[in-house]
């Protein structure tokens, strides 16, 4: 996750998984829910079908997703 981007997406692959820029600082949750929002919708899901498992203050974050069909992550990367 990189926060305080110029806009919010998933830019790409780094180190084996997905960079997902946000622009929100990460300040009181504010970068974890867009984060949950940019992949929700990449993923066709509903934001309560999407959490964050582990790394809720780091850079690097497992994420849950419930309920979506099993997608190939490579085909969010643009």
Do not use: Y
Not at 6 to 17: D, M, Q, Y
Not at 19 to 42: F, Q, S, Y
Request: aromatic content about 0%.
């Amino acid at each position: 996750m990189v926060p305080r981007a110029s806009r919010s997406e998933i830019a790409g692959e780094h180190n084996g998984r997905l960079r997902i820029r946000v622009t929100a600082p990460p300040v009181e949750g504010a970068a974890n829910e867009e984060v949950i929002l940019v992949l929700a919708r990449a993923l066709g899901v509903t934001r309560s079908a999407v959490e964050i498992a582990a790394g809720h203050t780091s850079r690097i974050k497992s994420i849950r997703v419930r309920g979506g069909a099993a997608v190939d992550l490579r085909s969010l990367v643009k």
